[in-house]
């Protein structure tokens, strides 16, 4: 999975994959660091941090109570689970012998999954390439139609057989946290459900989003970002940490 794959699934469980799908999309652009801040209806925050190098990925946040660690090398598909206060860590990697995913494609760094070029489409103004995608899950294979933009490699729109329409549009460039960002707006519609709205503000110079607000009131982003070299010793399980073997690892 990509760098802002990563971002998103743990940075704030979170961060916004240049808004692609789910998400296989090119790494952030420059390594840099920043505060993880998730804020919910009641304005209670939830804060973390995250270290973004080349290929690798650093959180650290707290769960109940307790600091975890997240550490993602991306390039060898593996990623470490810290526990400081223990000592001690799990390691998790994605074995696979399936041909590796046209590079570009929905499809790049998702196991199992298969993407058709459908070819180059205008969809809003914008050209895109269309993709057939075919994405494995538990109650069988879904299929959908994906719209991937050229200019920001993001996803302009997806049809899901037999399920909802997801469309992202630009509105405007502002300022966030002293950064010149993109304004996006996504809607879902499906059926005659009313449409579900979402804003993400997309940083070109880190090709990611970095904050987005949710139905319902939730706030996910980034702040105090700076961008600079990593040190290499973040991405790296201390030597005195114990390494666990979950259960139904062995």
């Not at 743990?10 to 804020?39: K, R």
């Not at 526990?83 to 696979?96: C, D, H, L, M, N």
């Not at 997801?166 to 879902?188: A, D, F, P, S």
């Not at 105090?224 to 990593?230: R, Y």
């Amino acid at each position: 999975m990509s760098i802002r794959g990563q971002i998103m699934m743990f940075g704030l469980s979170l961060l916004f994959v240049g808004m692609h799908h789910g998400e296989a999309a090119s790494p952030a652009a420059v390594e840099f660091s920043a505060d993880t801040v998730q804020t919910d209806p009641q304005k209670n925050q939830r804060v973390g941090h995250i270290f973004v190098g080349k290929s690798l990925v650093r959180s650290e946040t707290q769960q109940n109570g307790q600091p975890v660690v997240n550490i993602i090398d991306t390039e060898n598909q593996v990623t470490w689970v810290l526990y400081p206060r223990q000592r001690s860590y799990i390691e998790y990697r994605v074995e696979t012998a399936q041909p590796m995913a046209e590079k570009g494609s929905p499809c790049e760094g998702l196991p199992g999954s298969q993407c058709k070029k459908l070819g180059d489409e205008s969809i809003q103004g914008r050209m895109a390439t269309k993709w057939q995608v075919t994405m494995p899950s538990p109650g069988g294979a879904v299929q959908s139609t994906q719209w991937i933009g050229k200019q920001r490699s993001i996803l302009l729109r997806q049809e899901i057989a037999g399920g909802p329409v997801m469309e992202q549009r630009m509105l405007e460039v502002e300022q966030l946290h002293g950064r010149t960002v993109e304004k996006w707006e996504m809607t879902i519609t499906e059926g005659d459900q009313p449409v579900q709205r979402s804003t993400r503000w997309f940083d070109p110079q880190l090709n990611l989003a970095i904050k987005e607000e949710s139905p319902g009131g939730y706030i996910r982003e980034l702040r105090n970002i700076t961008i600079a070299p990593q040190d290499p010793g973040l991405f790296q399980v201390p030597e005195q940490f114990k390494k666990i073997v979950p259960q139904q690892q062995r």
